[in-house]
């Protein structure tokens, strides 16, 4: 798995690469862990369950894009609706050599954007109307180019994959004790006591799954922020750029209201930036995204290395 894609001129990045294999190595066995528990625990409903997790599974990787874009309310436009849009992604296409996304435009007031898809060719970039309506023209270049990088990293199918398991113990816990209960409820007291001790181990075992996949997907969440503005910078040329859209974005977004903020929370992982006011940003041990202090610092490490002022 190559971190900067096939036929992009993104630089590539060994670390990311290491951690997306990494993530998706450990996904895949707690993913097999979980289903190989259930089976054990629900021997009766094993049909049910592979069909399940096999089918919810294939349908988020398939569809991420679509599911994405409708949950924030994106919409796909034309160059004749967003011309300046259109014709920066173009450019940085042309730049970083790699097939075209499709373009979306999100009418929130919030200023963000992000990446989804399970591959180049079936990618969407999005930005939000207030996003456009803020950053001047060479701060946009900046937020497409880090978003672009995510789609030619592959790291947003990584991140569409990892994070979907947590997704997926809740459901089957629901479904688990509800197939407990009904077979509880029909037989003997052997079997009432096994649905009961099915009630107590299956959401332990989900909790124990939701965590570690939760804390693989921070780590790797991190990491590819961090890579994707590196990338976004090296490929421009203009850090400095990138730098104050990072501040604008960040200080505009801190003045959102709360709960237009907590709305959008559940997808911090694909935004450019995340979606807290600055009492929670500082506070996120576990965030989706570094700080903006050290954001701010390796993109300034990066101009003094191109030589810029």
């Not at 180049?120 to 270049?141: Q, S």
């Not at 107590?200 to 996949?213: F, K, Q």
């Not at 961090?226 to 730098?243: E, F, Y």
Request: glycine content about 8%; overall charge neutral; aromatic content about 6%.
């Amino acid at each position: 798995m190559s971190a900067s894609g096939p036929h992009t001129r993104f630089a590539p990045d060994r670390g990311l690469s290491t951690r997306m294999v990494t993530t998706m190595f450990l996904i895949g066995l707690l993913y097999v862990g979980f289903t190989g528990v259930l089976i054990v625990l629900l021997r009766g409903a094993w049909p049910l369950i592979v069909v399940l997790m096999g089918g919810l599974f294939v349908a988020q990787f398939w569809f991420s894009d679509k599911i994405t874009e409708r949950a924030m309310g994106a919409h796909q436009v034309t160059p004749e609706q967003y011309p300046q849009l259109h014709g920066t992604i173009d450019r940085l296409c042309a730049l970083a050599d790699m097939p075209k996304p499709r373009v979306a435009v999100a009418d929130n007031d919030m200023p963000n954007a992000f990446a989804t898809g399970r591959n180049p060719e079936n990618a969407v970039v999005c930005v939000t109307t207030g996003l456009l309506r803020r950053l001047e023209p060479e701060e946009l270049e900046g937020v497409l180019a880090h978003e672009l990088s995510h789609v030619a990293h592959r790291d947003v199918a990584v991140m569409t994959i990892a994070g979907f398991l947590g997704v997926l113990a809740g459901a089957i816990t629901r479904i688990a004790l509800y197939s407990g209960m009904m077979s509880g409820g029909n037989r003997n007291n052997n079997n009432n006591d096994n649905a009961a001790i099915l009630m107590i181990i299956i959401p332990i075992v989900s909790v124990v799954v939701y965590a570690i996949s939760f804390l693989l997907t921070r780590l790797l969440s991190r990491y590819r922020e961090l890579a994707a503005d590196r990338a976004a910078a090296q490929l421009t040329g203009r850090p400095s750029a990138l730098a104050s859209a990072l501040t604008k974005v960040t200080g505009q977004i801190s003045a959102i209201p709360t709960k237009d903020l907590r709305q959008a929370q559940p997808y911090n992982a694909f935004f450019f930036a995340p979606a807290l006011n600055a009492r929670e940003a500082a506070t996120q041990l576990m965030s989706t995204h570094p700080s903006l202090e050290q954001r701010l610092e390796q993109l300034g490490k990066i101009s003094t290395e191109l030589g810029q002022h």
